[in-house]
């Protein structure tokens, strides 16, 4: 499964669990995933990337 | 050959109360929850939702079997936590008949007359238990719940009442996890301290002593390797026998505060316990703690009581005394001292921290120095700012000069000779030439540099050193924890950053940070303070401008921080090691964030060149509609500010993106800005910029998140002071003698 971890908070977490695509219009086609601990944006890039 | 027995739990008939358990899963993110409930569920989880909340809760079934039971396997720290004669049940001394291995090996029935001797054995009063495993969502604390996740968290422990916690805890950072364990230990429920990666923190040479650990809990510890399945069977038995020998729990060693203010919380206990309120059945120290730390959501708890005016006057009387004492945040205060256990509780029982200590943790250690840390961040700071102007000025220093040079000339030269129509010609040149002649100048060398130094940043693990320092700093100012993180976004774009502050759990929160996210400088907004007044005026005019508005947002932080009511919340990080950063990652990052400039900006940086070249050309060149437009704002743009009047549509047209604003003025230019503008003239249109409305994208974000009301008042003010501002930067630069 792919993880993520959050550079700023260092939480690791999958897609699913990502906040912030809710109402933004560029939802799920900007690249970018938010923390669902502290809310940080950053580029989809899996962990084991 | 007789088969296997249907029926092979018949104790239950006889202990009917025995029969089911609920145990739940609780720990931090990221220690080991989840394996253990896969290895003891198998694939028959159900997946909800936790009600009212979107947070998964994960939910699982399993029989405590033959095997589960009679695991020859027994951990000697538990041996003192046996039941009493009081109790129902009474432990049988006789050892475990391990004569028929056949039987075992099988696992079917245990025999009728071995079952008659077994009843009395305590193994036998939970085996064919059905325990239902709850995998809670990770968090941090339970004590001032931030996160959707830590607030489920709390409400099932506090709601539904599992029978037995059992506490995953990770052994190579024990302080940390312990912090939720002595919060944990408050619940008056059973509890069982996993200790997961037990074999990594012994690569990393740290030692765990788990009887003393359990000692000093007072709650049984089980030291398991989750993904390789060890001990999970005995640990899963223990959190059996925790749940069904209710009578005979263990003594939870509580944590009580020290310097006077454990007796201070027990007088608001005391006077909580008068008021017989908390329905919510959360346990009064607790509460306590939340009043203390003024978290929102307890507050209705209080409030419903008769009494509560002189249970929150309690409240406010007891902080004010405890702030006074230690000079310092309540929350800081408190925060600090269980901090303190967990780090005496670990003391105690881990011996040696590694054998040597790597080279990154020395490094780590420095960079999160509470002397040097600040220092060294200021310097990376600026250190990134001059990698980008650098960058800027070599880009400026050769491709510039090529374009200007050769490109310039040969496109004009084409679209005049090969171009019969004017208004063609105008669209052409002032669109595609010029506009891309901009959008390169200032998305290539200053942005892609910002977002490959912002990669870097966050790949070698610093991004969270910063955070982690800044937390500490504005906490000083009243600005702590999860606020930080939206503004330390908003240095990239500030509309991912407005989103952020959804994650702040009050209202209050979200509107302090809403309103300084949008001041700060995002990565288009450094490209016109580096793209204008760094290139061509001074970089000392540069960071002139960066340090007005970083002090407006700590003064306006901290003036709205005291101003409206209410607390802020902090934010538990985990510090990922320090590494060093791999090409494709951070170039694939840096990537998926500069597309937007090629995707968005470049489209409508042509479009707008051109449709302003109309706007210069139309209806007549020497009194076009730009120099209409120019005379009616020529009061405000030339008398207050100083600028040449064409800079009105510049500033019009930043409302849409901010790189716009630079871009414009290299068309208005018709080449380097220093051509078109003082050095005075730049540093007040970058202030302007820097500080006034927000570009379109986050006044869009801003009306979504908070309404109309809200984000006039903020497009509004920001206009208001930005060109307050500029105002007061022209006449003192004017008085100073710039040009």
């Given at each position: 499964?792919?993880?993520?971890?959050?550079?700023?908070?260092?939480?690791?977490?999958?897609?699913?669990?990502?906040?912030?695509?809710?109402?933004?219009?560029?939802?799920?086609?900007?690249?970018?995933?938010?923390?669902?601990?502290?809310?940080?944006?950053?580029?989809?890039?899996?962990?084991?990337? | 050959?007789?088969?296997?027995?249907?029926?092979?739990?018949?104790?239950?008939?006889?202990?009917?109360?025995?029969?089911?358990?609920?145990?739940?899963?609780?720990?931090?993110?990221?220690?080991?929850?989840?394996?253990?409930?896969?290895?003891?569920?198998g694939l028959g989880a159900i997946v909800s939702n936790y009600p009212g909340t979107t947070v998964e809760i994960l939910e699982g079934t399993v029989y405590l079997s033959y095997r589960d039971?009679?695991?020859?396997?027994?951990?000697?720290?538990?041996?003192?936590?046996?039941?009493?004669?009081?109790?129902?049940?009474?432990?049988?001394?006789?050892?475990?008949?391990?004569?028929?291995?056949?039987?075992?090996?099988?696992?079917?029935?245990?025999?009728?007359?071995?079952?008659?001797?077994?009843?009395?054995?305590?193994?036998?009063?939970?085996?064919?238990?059905?325990?239902?495993?709850?995998?809670?969502?990770?968090?941090?604390?339970?004590?001032?719940?931030?996160?959707?996740?830590?607030?489920?968290?709390?409400?099932?422990?506090?709601?539904?009442?599992?029978?037995?916690?059992?506490?995953?805890?990770?052994?190579?950072?024990?302080?940390?996890?312990?912090?939720?364990?002595?919060?944990?230990?408050?619940?008056?429920?059973?509890?069982?301290?996993?200790?997961?990666?037990?074999?990594?923190?012994?690569?990393?040479?740290?030692?765990?002593?788990?009887?003393?650990?359990?000692?000093?809990?007072?709650?049984?510890?089980?030291?398991?390797?989750?993904?390789?399945?060890?001990?999970?069977?005995?640990?899963?038995?223990?959190?059996?026998?925790?749940?069904?020998?209710?009578?005979?729990?263990?003594?939870?060693?509580?944590?009580?505060?020290?310097?006077?203010?454990?007796?201070?919380?027990?007088?608001?206990?005391?006077?909580?316990?008068?008021?017989?309120?908390?329905?919510?059945?959360?346990?009064?120290?607790?509460?306590?703690?939340?009043?203390?730390?003024?978290?929102?959501?307890?507050?209705?708890?209080?409030?419903?009581?008769?009494?509560?005016?002189?249970?929150?006057?309690?409240?406010?009387?007891?902080?004010?005394?405890?702030?006074?004492?230690?000079?310092?945040?309540?929350?800081?205060?408190?925060?600090?001292?269980?901090?303190?256990?967990?780090?005496?509780?670990?003391?105690?029982?881990?011996?040696?921290?590694?054998?040597?200590?790597?080279?990154?943790?020395?490094?780590?250690?420095?960079?999160?120095?509470?002397?040097?840390?600040?220092?060294?961040?200021?310097?990376?700071?600026?250190?990134?700012?001059?990698?980008?102007?650098?960058?800027?000025?070599?880009?400026?220093?050769?491709?510039?000069?090529?374009?200007?040079?050769?490109?310039?000339?040969?496109?004009?030269?084409?679209?005049?000779?090969?171009?019969?129509?004017?208004?063609?010609?105008?669209?052409?040149?002032?669109?595609?030439?010029?506009?891309?002649?901009?959008?390169?100048?200032?998305?290539?060398?200053?942005?892609?540099?910002?977002?490959?130094?912002?990669?870097?940043?966050?790949?070698?693990?610093?991004?969270?050193?910063?955070?982690?320092?800044?937390?500490?700093?504005?906490?000083?100012?009243?600005?702590?924890?999860?606020?930080?993180?939206?503004?330390?976004?908003?240095?990239?774009?500030?509309?991912?950053?407005?989103?952020?502050?959804?994650?702040?759990?009050?209202?209050?929160?979200?509107?302090?940070?809403?309103?300084?996210?949008?001041?700060?400088?995002?990565?288009?907004?450094?490209?016109?303070?580096?793209?204008?007044?760094?290139?061509?005026?001074?970089?000392?005019?540069?960071?002139?401008?960066?340090?007005?508005?970083?002090?407006?947002?700590?003064?306006?932080?901290?003036?709205?921080?005291?101003?409206?009511?209410?607390?802020?919340?902090?934010?538990?990080?985990?510090?990922?090691?320090?590494?060093?950063?791999?090409?494709?990652?951070?170039?694939?990052?840096?990537?998926?964030?500069?597309?937007?400039?090629?995707?968005?900006?470049?489209?409508?940086?042509?479009?707008?060149?051109?449709?302003?070249?109309?706007?210069?050309?139309?209806?007549?060149?020497?009194?076009?509609?730009?120099?209409?437009?120019?005379?009616?704002?020529?009061?405000?743009?030339?008398?207050?500010?100083?600028?040449?009047?064409?800079?009105?549509?510049?500033?019009?047209?930043?409302?849409?993106?901010?790189?716009?604003?630079?871009?414009?003025?290299?068309?208005?230019?018709?080449?380097?800005?220093?051509?078109?503008?003082?050095?005075?003239?730049?540093?007040?249109?970058?202030?302007?910029?820097?500080?006034?409305?927000?570009?379109?994208?986050?006044?869009?974000?801003?009306?979504?998140?908070?309404?109309?009301k809200y984000t006039l008042i903020l497009a509004t003010s920001t206009v208001i002071l930005a060109f307050f501002l500029?105002?007061?930067?022209?006449?003192?630069?004017?008085?100073?003698?710039?040009?």
């Open positions: 499964m792919t993880t993520y971890q959050c550079p700023m908070c260092g939480r690791k977490f999958e897609k699913a669990q990502a906040t912030g695509c809710a109402g933004c219009m560029m939802a799920r086609a900007c690249g970018a995933i938010a923390c669902p601990n502290c809310g940080y944006e950053f580029p989809a890039v899996p962990e084991e990337a | 050959m007789k088969g296997p027995r249907k029926r092979k739990f018949r104790h239950r008939k006889q202990f009917p109360e025995l029969n089911h358990l609920r145990i739940a899963l609780v720990g931090q993110p990221n220690v080991g929850k989840s394996v253990i409930f896969n290895n003891w569920t039971v009679y695991s020859p396997r027994w951990h000697p720290g538990i041996k003192d936590w046996q039941p009493t004669e009081e109790d129902e049940f009474q432990q049988d001394d006789r050892p475990f008949r391990r004569d028929r291995p056949g039987r075992r090996q099988h696992g079917r029935g245990i025999g009728k007359h071995f079952r008659k001797w077994a009843l009395k054995d305590f193994d036998e009063t939970i085996e064919g238990l059905q325990l239902d495993i709850v995998d809670l969502p990770g968090s941090y604390t339970i004590v001032s719940p931030s996160t959707e996740d830590e607030k489920v968290t709390l409400r099932y422990l506090q709601q539904d009442t599992p029978d037995v916690i059992v506490n995953v805890v990770d052994a190579t950072n024990l302080p940390r996890n312990l912090l939720l364990t002595i919060a944990l230990l408050e619940f008056n429920i059973p509890m069982v301290v996993c200790l997961n990666q037990v074999d990594l923190a012994r690569r990393m040479g740290i030692e765990i002593d788990e009887k003393k650990l359990e000692m000093l809990l007072g709650v049984p510890v089980i030291p398991t390797v989750a993904i390789h399945g060890t001990n999970l069977k005995l640990l899963l038995r223990t959190a059996a026998k925790s749940g069904a020998y209710k009578g005979v729990r263990p003594n939870p060693r509580r944590f009580l505060f020290p310097n006077g203010i454990e007796a201070k919380l027990r007088r608001l206990e005391q006077r909580l316990s008068q008021m017989q309120l908390c329905p919510m059945n959360l346990p009064l120290r607790i509460l306590s703690q939340q009043l203390l730390e003024e978290y929102a959501q307890c507050a209705a708890c209080i409030e419903s009581s008769l009494e509560s005016e002189e249970a929150l006057n309690l409240v406010k009387t007891i902080r004010t005394e405890i702030e006074k004492e230690f000079d310092e945040d309540i929350v800081l205060v408190l925060g600090e001292k269980r901090k303190q256990y967990a780090i005496y509780l670990t003391e105690q029982v881990q011996q040696g921290k590694g054998k040597r200590v790597p080279l990154t943790e020395k490094i780590s250690a420095i960079l999160t120095d509470r002397v040097f840390g600040l220092p060294i961040a200021l310097l990376v700071l600026i250190g990134s700012l001059l990698i980008m102007f650098a960058a800027g000025a070599i880009f400026d220093a050769t491709v510039g000069e090529f374009w200007e040079a050769f490109i310039n000339p040969t496109a004009q030269y084409l679209i005049t000779t090969y171009v019969p129509s004017v208004i063609v010609q105008v669209i052409l040149y002032y669109g595609l030439v010029l506009g891309i002649q901009a959008w390169l100048f200032i998305a290539v060398p200053f942005v892609a540099t910002f977002y490959i130094i912002l990669s870097i940043l966050e790949d070698t693990g610093y991004m969270a050193r910063i955070a982690f320092l800044l937390d500490a700093f504005m906490h000083r100012l009243g600005l702590h924890g999860r606020a930080i993180i939206p503004l330390l976004t908003g240095m990239g774009c500030n509309v991912p950053a407005v989103l952020g502050t959804r994650i702040l759990s009050t209202r209050r929160e979200r509107l302090i940070a809403g309103f300084l996210v949008v001041l700060v400088p995002c990565s288009a907004q450094l490209a016109v303070i580096l793209g204008t007044v760094g290139l061509y005026a001074s970089i000392f005019f540069a960071f002139l401008i960066l340090a007005i508005v970083f002090g407006i947002i700590i003064g306006l932080g901290a003036l709205l921080q005291h101003t409206l009511p209410g607390a802020s919340h902090g934010l538990v990080m985990e510090i990922p090691p320090l590494r060093t950063p791999r090409l494709k990652p951070t170039l694939k990052k840096t990537w998926l964030r500069f597309r937007e400039f090629v995707y968005i900006a470049l489209p409508l940086i042509i479009i707008g060149g051109a449709v302003l070249g109309l706007l210069l050309y139309f209806p007549t060149p020497d009194f076009s509609y730009l120099y209409m437009v120019s005379l009616w704002a020529a009061p405000l743009v030339v008398g207050w500010l100083g600028l040449p009047a064409e800079t009105a549509a510049a500033f019009v047209y930043g409302i849409l993106r901010k790189e716009l604003t630079v871009e414009l003025l290299v068309i208005l230019a018709n080449g380097p800005i220093n051509t078109f503008m003082t050095p005075r003239q730049m540093f007040v249109f970058a202030l302007i910029t820097t500080i006034y409305i927000p570009c379109i994208a986050t006044i869009a974000v801003l009306f979504r998140e908070y309404r109309w500029g105002g007061v930067a022209n006449f003192i630069m004017l008085g100073l003698g710039f040009p």
